[in-house]
T-cell receptor
Framework: DGGITQSPKYLFRKEGQNVTLSCEQN?????MYWYRQDPGQGLRLIYYSQIVNDFQKGDIAEGYSVSREKKESFPLTVTSAQKNPTAFYLC????????????FGDGTRLSIL | GESVGLHLPTLSVQEGDNSIINCAYSNSASDYFIWYKQESGKGPQFIIDIRSNMDKRQGQRVTVLLNKTVKHLSLQIAATQPGDSAVYFC?????????FGPGTRLSVLP
């Protein structure tokens, strides 16, 4: 069954700690994305990648980092520089970047201890 | 469940009635639009899309209407069922990145 898998579902971060959120897809999509979702707001783009070993900052990249070493995987690291990390994080993919549907994982809820 | 639906407008409909969810988009040059459904604790699920060269598109039990004159998008759900209860949001695109609306919570009453 093709899809996007995000893990863990819930994650807790201590002060000064970096945490990494996993995103894996078996849809053979070239483009992958990370979004942040806050209550009452639309999704905001953190980072995106159109191809392996390439990624670009989105609208709210500060305090986050990503890598794209494999086509299937696009992990997101929330660094200690991100002062307000509590949010629901969504990973998505699409065949290519552009005017086509993005398919989403079921998210990771990050909270501060 | 997730708190992503806090402070969202809510539409309550009786089971079996039709639902109409509205979205005002921001960029008159946007040329592609999507409706997503998001259930509590889950990721958004694609429902239907429409390109700007169309003003109506139908799917299974759903219809999307696009009014470019007033930058308005609507999602109509026929014979609303309990399983339709969720947050619905629209997304607009101009070739590259999407802009997502905050959504509307649909509550189906028995």
């Amino acid at each position: 069954d093709g899809g996007i898998t995000q893990s863990p579902k819930y994650l807790f971060r201590k002060e000064g700690q970096n945490v990494t959120l996993s995103c894996e897809q078996n849809l053979n999509h070239d483009a992958m994305y990370w979004y942040r979702q806050d209550p009452g707001q639309g999704l905001r783009l953190i980072y995106y990648s159109q191809i392996v070993n390439d990624f670009q900052k989105g609208d709210i990249a500060e305090g986050y980092s990503v890598s794209r070493e494999k086509k299937e995987s696009f992990p997101l690291t929330v660094t200690s520089a991100q002062k307000n990390p509590t949010a629901f994080y969504l990973c998505a993919s699409s065949v290519l970047r552009g005017n086509q549907p993005q398919h989403f994982g079921d998210g990771t809820r990050l909270s501060i201890l | 469940g997730e708190s992503v639906g806090l402070h969202l407008p809510t539409l309550s409909v009786q089971e079996g009635d039709n639902s109409i969810i509205n979205c005002a988009y921001s960029n008159s040059a946007s040329d592609y639009f999507i409706w997503y459904k998001q259930e509590s604790g889950k990721g958004p699920q694609f429902i239907i899309d429409i390109r700007s060269n169309m003003d109506k598109r139908q799917g299974q039990r759903v219809t999307v209407l696009l009014n470019k004159t007033v930058k308005h998008l609507s999602l109509q759900i026929a014979a609303t069922q309990p399983g339709d209860s969720a947050v619905y949001f629209c997304a607009e695109s101009l070739g590259q990145n999407f802009v997502f609306g905050p959504g509307t919570r649909l509550s189906v009453l028995p």
